[in-house]
């Protein structure tokens, strides 16, 4: 079963909201849509692999965690997928890649071909490998008792060509996409020793889920982008102008005469990926173009926003969960057209 769902990366929605939010003409523009392209296609490939793991993923003593990101001495590290039973631990390393993909341990590296350009990427068995050693750590941190742990790389993109330098490359745990479940059923089969019971497979889980840290980046940190780059106001969701004006009790488009109730919930989720996870009265009010502190206060009561301080210098903080929900509501990584 599902114990960690997958959602829209962060990155995506940042670099989504950060391309309505510069002016057209702003030199990094050219780089995030790149990025986001680049982000895009990763994603669609671990969609892919969840797509192929339907069957798995409906047995009960199957713990499937997607996206972990745990730390260890003040370091983290990431799996993209982790599969966890009373035999065996699985950890999943998802490379979605266009063209030739050759493996080359001498080098440790693997070389990607692509119209004919070339490009190197470390090993995956490597970088797989790698995170294995790190979850044995984090394992032993928290006093999991030892189990067999296995790696797979799965290749999402079902047109790559996969090649290998030599004979004796590393390239037994690469696998397929379409083979995946497949793989994953005969390394259980194989590993028929029972480490620890169900419930405390579950318990273990629970705890993954509990200790897993996701990366709040802001675009001034990962692009250099000041704050005053970042147009403010609320965009019509109809034609993408920006600033639309309040007047009662709606937003109002200057550009295309459209209306909107809720238009400042995307607005305000725009402020969260983009500037902070907390937002004061006065700040709503100058990301919204508010004149009121009551609307602003009504908008911020309205989100149910849990929130830090006394009456004057009261803090909003937005959760994840309120991120990916807006996010939802907005529908916008699919929703969102690009300049
Ligand atoms: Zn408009």
Request: aromatic fraction near 8%; charge should be positive; include cysteine.
């Amino acid at each position: 079963m599902i114990a960690k769902n997958r959602e829209i990366p962060r990155r995506i929605l940042m670099n989504e909201a950060l391309i309505e939010r510069l002016t057209p003409i702003h030199y990094l523009l050219q780089v995030i849509k790149t990025d986001l392209a680049k982000r895009k296609a990763g994603y669609r490939g671990e969609l892919q692999l969840d797509y192929h793991l339907q069957f798995i993923s409906k047995d009960k003593n199957i713990m499937i965690l997607h996206d972990l990101r745990l730390e260890i001495d003040g370091r983290y590290f990431q799996i993209d997928t982790l599969l966890l039973t009373s035999y065996l631990v699985i950890v999943l390393e998802v490379k979605h890649i266009s063209g030739t993909y050759t493996l080359d341990s001498r080098f440790d590296q693997a070389i990607r071909k692509l119209a004919d350009k070339e490009e190197a990427f470390s090993h995956p068995v490597t970088q797989v490998e790698r995170q294995k050693k790190q979850l044995i750590r984090w394992f032993t941190k928290m006093k999991v008792p030892s189990i067999p742990i296995a790696t797979l790389v799965v290749m999402t993109n079902r047109s790559t060509v996969l090649n290998t330098t030599s004979q004796n490359e590393k390239y037994h745990n690469v696998v397929r996409v379409e083979n995946v479940e497949e793989r994953i059923l005969s390394l259980l089969t194989y590993y028929h020793k029972e480490h620890f019971p169900i419930k405390q497979v579950r318990k273990l889980s629970n705890l993954l889920v509990k200790k897993h840290a996701p990366l709040i980046a802001f675009p001034d940190e990962i692009y250099g982008i000041s704050t005053g780059e970042i147009i403010t106001g609320v965009q019509c969701p109809e034609c993408r102008h920006l600033p639309m004006l309040r007047k009662y009790g709606h937003w109002h488009c200057l550009m295309c005469s459209g209306k909107s109730k809720d238009a400042h919930i995307s607005a305000l989720r725009d402020y969260s990926l983009l500037l902070s996870q907390q937002i004061t009265n006065k700040q709503v009010r100058n990301f919204l173009h508010l004149e009121s502190r009551k609307t602003a206060l009504n908008i911020l009561h309205s989100l149910n926003l849990h929130s830090t301080g006394g009456t004057n210098n009261k803090t909003y903080h937005f959760t994840l969960h309120t991120a990916s929900q807006t996010a939802h509501q907005s529908n916008s990584s699919t929703a969102r057209p690009s300049r």
